[in-house]
């Protein structure tokens, strides 16, 4: 990204029963506005919930353990593609290697920087 953008930034004053309005707006001469994002938000009244500190032991379980929910879904999901028959394809061997290597000279980006293959040294990339 360029240092040819502009951005426009806008809030409200906050105050009592006035909404907060937060606006952010980047522009670019040659590609436009591209960026624009609004965040509104309003006062609740104390009665209307509690406050983060009085969360239950159900609020805990919800959100505490939210990392470990999506390991286990993620899991989930390759156990159900392998039951269906879904195909599990090895590591590519040195002779792949070669061919990559043989044809491939200068990166997608086009710096003419050389191509180096290189093994990941831990886990799970070295498998």
């Known amino acids: 990204m360029d240092m040819n953008n502009t951005w426009h930034l806008k809030a409200t004053a906050p105050g009592p029963g006035a909404p907060l309005n937060v606006s952010v707006l980047v ?3 040659e590609y436009g506005k591209y960026f624009d994002a609004v965040l509104l938000l309003k006062e609740c009244a104390a009665d209307q919930q509690c406050p983060p500190e009085y ?3 159900d609020s805990l379980l919800r959100f505490g353990f939210m990392p470990q929910r999506v390991a286990f879904w ?3 999901q390759a156990v159900k593609l392998i ?3 879904c195909p599990i394809y090895p590591k590519p061997g040195a ?3 070669k061919t990559v290597s043989a044809k491939t000279t200068i990166q997608p980006n086009g710096t003419g920087k050389s191509y180096v293959w290189r093994d990941a040294q831990q886990w799970p990339w070295y498998l």
């Open 27 to 29: 522009s670019h001469p």
């Open 55 to 57: 969360a239950g032991f």
């Open 74 to 76: 993620i899991h989930w």
């Open 83 to 85: 039951a269906k028959g």
């Open 95 to 97: 002779e792949y290697r």
